[in-house]
């Protein structure tokens, strides 16, 4: 069984005391972020030398979505606009032009190495959405959510990038973000369920989701990455059966040292624990607290993975010119 948790690393090149390390915790999988980014050639000689520090073809993750929130930026690879520009842009068309989006991405994602993506955020924009995620989201009601986002996850998949739902079971109502704060909602479970839930229960055969760090007052006092009560509601009344990862452990949201918070999370339900700032003393102390992957995680571990399939044949410059139609080129930041 390998370690529960996805880790990141400091530079654009792996260091020896670094490859010792992740050796030694044999982590499940990796994350990368612009720190780590400097070309197409470069990324596939880090991602290959992480992989070879573990000796297994672990899943590398970044986060892609387009906007402000994509490692991976030009000249070498696209320059999107945020999902919710183009899902305005796009109209009735807008789960297509999704399904687009997500397999270009796919495309430079594998062509660098890369093979997991921690997009698409499921969450609903609402008015009160902090700035920080409102242009993320897919839509602004669960239904086009919904339909946007498996759009997102059916194009990653054919293009052989495993998606990660997230902010599971629903960020689009914290006003703060939770980065550097732990944001509250007050909203009854029924409103709840009817609408920031749905796009999750909808999209509950996702191979992997990521926790919102939320306190939703009407379950629990407790952040969701750290509730029974809400991981609880995440497998049980939303559905979803794949392997659950935290969102950053180190965010300021949560509170408690990183082995207190990796430990709550896993108490909780959570299956893996990802840290994302590459601090060698904090992955220390996450990787104790982690431990292994129980076996009911590596069962959910392997099915993710077994998810993650060589890209289906595709016109990629078709592709392109498509999404530009549909979108009147609102897609593309260049």
């Known amino acids: 069984m390998a370690g529960a948790t996805i880790l990141g690393c400091a530079d654009t090149a792996l260091g020896a005391g670094e490859a010792a390390f992740f050796r030694q915790a044999d982590p499940w999988g990796f994350i990368l972020f612009a720190r780590n980014v400097e070309s197409p050639a470069q990324l596939r000689r880090l ?34 606009r945020p999902p919710l520009v183009q899902a305005r842009a796009a109209g009735p068309l807008a789960a297509r032009a999704f399904w687009l989006r997500a ?33 993320r989201c897919l839509g602004e009601t669960a ?47 029924t409103e709840l369920t009817a609408q920031d839930f749905a796009p999750f229960a909808a999209l509950a055969e996702a191979p992997l989701a990521m926790t919102a760090h939320v306190v939703f007052e009407a379950v629990d006092p407790a952040p969701a990455t750290t509730s029974s009560a809400i991981i609880g509601l995440i497998r049980h009344r939303i559905g979803f059966r794949g392997l659950l990862m935290t969102d950053d452990i180190s965010m300021n949201a949560l509170s408690g040292s990183v082995g207190q918070r990796a430990a709550a999370a896993l108490a909780a339900g959570c299956d893996v624990i990802l840290h994302c700032n590459g601090k060698p003393a904090e992955m220390e102390e996450a990787v104790a607290a982690a431990g292994r992957l129980s076996a009911p995680a590596t069962a959910r571990a392997d099915r993710a993975l077994a998810a993650r399939c060589l890209p289906d044949p595709v016109d990629i410059a078709a592709c392109e010119a498509e999404l530009r139609l549909l979108t009147g080129g609102a897609a593309y930041a260049g």
């Open 143 to 189: 239904e086009a959510v919904a339909a946007n986002g498996r759009a997102w996850v059916e194009g990653h998949l054919a293009g052989g990038v495993l998606p990660v739902v997230k902010h599971i079971p629903g960020h689009g109502r914290a006003t703060l973000d939770s980065h550097h704060a732990l944001p509250h909602t007050p909203a009854p479970l």
């Open 47 to 80: 991602t290959g030398d992480l992989r070879a520090a573990v000796g297994r073809d672990a899943p590398v993750f970044v986060d892609q979505e387009g906007g402000r929130v994509q490692r991976l930026r030009a000249p070498q690879w696209r320059e999107w």
């Open 103 to 135: 397999r270009l991405i796919a495309h430079e994602l594998r062509a660098s190495g890369i093979d997991g993506n921690c997009a698409p955020c499921l969450d609903l924009a609402m008015p009160q959405t902090h700035p920080f995620l409102r242009n």
